[in-house]
């Protein structure tokens, strides 16, 4: 327990000089970024003289020195404070803090969606290999590992919504529901069906290729021998022993990925209008609302690092050589 | 519907025929009242408050929630807000008397207190409107007569057609009085007096409107309600439509080539009418300040050196006309007896030649950036079309597409372009939104859709600013094709084609587009088959 105690306290003190690395890189490379949020304000007919549009840049601070500029956000981040989006006239946290439910509960799907659909995939290939089920399970792999996930999503949507009349097209709920709790919860299921195969399938086609290597590795190593050679059944070899181990590094990627699930989801919640902090990404780039852009910029390290983390604790958990070797 | 007697709905009827020539099948049948819709947008608007300017999504919703003293139907002006008006024959005073049955959302009497507070407080300080600037003084002789006044005369269509455009919408005075304008909540849940009240506004998905049961125009609204969804992929809002999970999309909410599938479906249709008073244009500003482009030869090879047809045929599947100057053809003011430039590149190279610009042994006369402002994928497309003409004729053209912000600063703050493709929205009246691009006042950098190209010509500011008084309508309409024959001449701006606004709804939804403004309207008279 101390040592886990200790990797996390570690860890911890790792984050924080990342984390304001990252934020300084960002915000600069931001800045860089030719237009500001006033010249978009004065698109759409909000400005219309250069005396405003030189009133707002102050207001907003955009007339300060880029170094002054990013002391400031830093400092401010640090108090929880990440500024104000001018386009939405809110707080940035609580722009955030609104969409992120939705993007959370993509992902989680989605990554549970991936990582079952592989497993399951990846060590029926490994346990039937070189046999048709294992081709089948490789077509899979290649098929939804090559084809961009949002025409993945578009192909779901036209064969289930359109032709099938299944399920919804796009949105997280449906507008026209006066709703009970029950009714809801099933009406955002369905809802979720779609966007969680489109983003959950590339990864799932991931794992299933490590998943299906690492079993094969796994299973000729000694200890299955030794474990055949004693008169186990198959099954339990294969759940007991092989798998727990060919895990491992399905697990790792698990972690590495957070950051690109999240990516992901950016596509996927345009697709299909999942009023997730993708949509409000999108938006916030073609905004150059940067306060937004860097609020969600944050959020996302933290996840990735906290995600890191977890996966850090679950190696301890699953693997009690890699406790061993700290101790020692 | 019940309430209301079968004539007076064959009379709507008709008059909504007469005033559109809508296809007979659609408007024939008797409307119904009832249903709710969802209508697809492609962003989501920052606020729902259009009097402050704004984008056209915004647009697009504030004008179903709010109201106007009257609607300018491409020159035709109808009562709204106002029952009447008089403008004095010296063209300084216009009177209006308005409505008294009139209510906001809340319940609250509409009075000319509304109004005045509306012109003074935040027509005149945002939105930078000319029309507006030029009013001097506002009273209220009594609760329902509101007069506007000027100093130096107004041409009444300049008045009356930004009155009577989306720049027109009156807020109420009670919310906004002694409050931060920008900062007011009620900017995200509006109080108006239009036909559909605010409901619901949840952010990332949708904005719920309402019907109104206390609109003074009876027996509209016909709607229960319209549910206002973002959907930011062309191809999802076209599986939305397609399944029949929305029935409405404006302003080609689908691809282009996506609408010949579109119109084999049993459920949907589209149509281009509702757009014939706020027309897009296709532009290209030419810089005057750089040395090659200030040659009008030059401007009149390039406009002779693009083919126009096939844009329209490659870019717009055949969804646009070729333009031929800054009013658009559908405007009442529009002329056609304009300098037009076909498609000639022998022309054009015969121009460049006189011009002084001979091919170079590598066959090229010299290099032109063309800066892209890239919101719609057919921007991108037509770049690339016109490259491939001007490198015919040895212009050897640098293709830049910035972001939209970008784009902004380098062409209306640095200038930085020789040549640019845009658009402009064009209104019944000119002098919402045509004049200002080739008007010597229009040079203000750092503030987008002016005059870029640095056009300055006093000939020009003449008829610009005679326009803008006039108070003979005939001598207004020679001025207004004065403007356009200088445009032509002149070229600072090279129109390239007026873009089809396409409508596509479910069959079910009738009096799509039947207004020249349609989108920016409120939809009243848009019913549900059920």
């Known amino acids: 327990m101390y040592a886990l105690l200790k990797l996390i306290l570690n860890r911890l003190a790792h984050a924080i000089p990342t984390l304001v690395g990252i934020i300084v890189i960002a915000f600069i490379l931001l800045s860089l970024a030719p237009g500001d949020v006033v010249d978009i304000l004065a698109a759409d007919g909000s400005i219309q003289d250069a005396a405003t549009a030189a009133a707002m840049r102050a207001k907003f601070g955009l007339d300060q020195p880029l170094p002054m500029q990013a002391l400031n956000y830093v400092i401010g981040v640090f108090q929880f404070n990440f500024g104000y989006s001018p386009i939405h006239s809110l707080p940035v946290s609580d722009l955030i803090v609104s969409r992120l439910p939705a993007t959370f509960l993509l992902m989680a799907s989605s990554i549970l969606l991936s990582v079952i659909v592989g497993v399951v995939i990846g060590l029926y290939a490994a346990l039937n290999v070189r046999t048709w089920k294992d081709f089948l399970g490789s077509v899979f792999a290649i098929l939804f590992f090559a084809a961009p996930s949002f025409w993945v999503g578009l192909m779901l949507m036209v064969v289930f919504s359109i032709k099938l009349e299944l399920l919804p097209v796009s949105g997280m709920v449906s507008m026209r529901i006066n709703a009970t709790w029950f009714s809801q919860a099933l009406d955002i299921a369905r809802h979720l069906i779609l966007p969680t ?46 798998l727990r181990n060919a895990v491992l590094p399905v697990i790792t990627l698990i972690g590495l990925q957070t950051g690109n699930v999240m990516a992901g989801a950016v596509v996927i919640e345009q697709v299909f209008s999942w009023p997730g902090i993708g949509t409000l990404l999108f938006d916030a780039v073609l905004d150059r609302n940067l306060p937004v852009v860097m609020g969600v910029l944050i959020l996302s390290s933290v996840i990735v690092m906290v995600t890191n983390l977890i996966v850090d604790i679950l190696y301890f958990i699953l693997d009690p050589r890699i406790q061993l070797e700290k101790h020692s | 519907m019940k309430r209301f007697g079968l004539k007076t709905l064959l009379a ?24 709710t819709i969802v209508e697809l947008v492609s962003s989501e608007p920052p606020n729902l408050v259009g009097a402050f300017g704004g984008a056209t999504t915004l647009h697009e919703i504030s004008d179903k929630i709010f109201d106007k003293l009257l609607e300018d139907k491409n020159g035709e002006y109808e009562p709204r807000l106002a029952e009447s008006w008089e403008v004095s024959p010296d063209g300084r005073t216009f009177t209006f008397h308005l409505n008294p049955s009139v209510k906001w959302h809340d319940g609250t009497p509409f009075t000319s207190a509304d109004v005045a507070f509306t012109m003074t407080e935040i027509w005149k300080k945002f939105g930078g409107i000319l029309a507006y600037g030029r009013i001097t003084g506002v009273e209220t002789p009594d609760e329902h007569t509101v007069v506007f006044k000027a100093e130096n005369q107004i041409a009444p269509q300049l008045l009356l057609g930004t009155l009577g455009n989306l720049q027109g919408l009156v807020l109420p005075k009670h919310i906004y009085e002694n409050t931060d304008y920008k900062a007011n909540p009620a900017n995200l849940a509006p109080i108006g007096s239009g036909p559909y009240k605010f409901k619901e506004w949840v952010k990332g998905q949708y904005i719920v409107l309402e019907r109104n049961p206390d609109y003074y125009r009876k027996p509209y609204p016909y709607l229960d309600g319209i549910v206002v969804r973002f959907e930011r992929s062309a191809n999802t809002r076209a599986a939305a439509l397609e399944a029949g999970d929305a029935h409405l999309g404006v302003r080609s909410p689908v691809a282009l080539r996506d609408l010949d ?21 296709q532009q290209m500003e030419v810089n005057l300040q750089h040395e090659i482009t200030a040659n009008p030869l030059v401007r009149k090879a390039i406009a002779h050196a693009i083919n126009k047809e096939k844009l329209v045929s490659l870019v717009y599947a055949g969804h646009a006309k070729p333009a031929t100057g800054p009013i658009p053809s559908t405007i009442p003011s529009y002329t056609k007896d304009v300098d037009t430039y076909g498609f000639d590149p022998a022309k054009a190279e015969a121009l460049l030649d006189e011009a002084g610009y001979p091919r170079k042994s590598d066959g090229k006369r010299f290099p032109l950036k063309l800066v892209v402002g890239n919101w719609f994928e057919t921007q991108s497309q037509s770049a690339d079309l016109i490259a491939q003409d001007l490198a015919d004729v040895g212009i050897d053209v640098t293709i830049d597409k910035p972001a939209i912000p970008a784009f902004i600063g380098q062409v209306y703050k640095n200038y930085d372009f020789d040549i640019t493709l845009t658009n402009s929205v064009n209104y019944s009246e000119p002098g919402v939104g045509s004049l200002i691009w080739l008007w010597t006042k229009g040079i203000i950098p750092g503030v987008p859709w002016r005059n870029a190209s640095h056009y300055s010509n006093p000939e020009m500011d003449a008829v610009i600013e005679a326009s803008l008084v006039e108070q003979d309508p005939s001598k207004r309409m020679e001025q207004l094709h004065t403007f356009q024959k200088l445009a032509a001449r002149d070229l600072p701006i090279i129109y390239l084609v007026e873009m089809d606004m396409i409508n596509v709804y479910n069959k079910k939804l009738h009096n799509v587009g039947n207004h020249p403004r349609w989108y920016y309207t409120n939809w009243e008279d848009l019913w549900l088959e059920h």
Request: hydrophobic share 50%.
């Open chain 2, 12 to 35: 709507t009827a008709s008059v909504a025929l007469l005033l559109t020539g809508m296809p007979m099948m659609a408007s024939a049948q008797e409307p119904q009242s009832g249903g």
């Open chain 2, 261 to 281: 599938r579109i119109e084999k479906l049993d459920n949907l249709a589209y149509t281009a009418a509702g757009s014939e008073g706020a027309v897009w244009l």
């Open chain 1, 197 to 242: 195969c489109a983003l959950g399938l590339f990864y799932a086609a991931i794992y299933a290729r490590v998943m299906r290597a690492a079993v094969l590795q796994v299973s000729k190593l000694d200890f299955v021998e030794t474990a055949r050679a004693k008169g186990v059944p198959e099954g339990a070899i294969a759940f007991r022993h092989i």
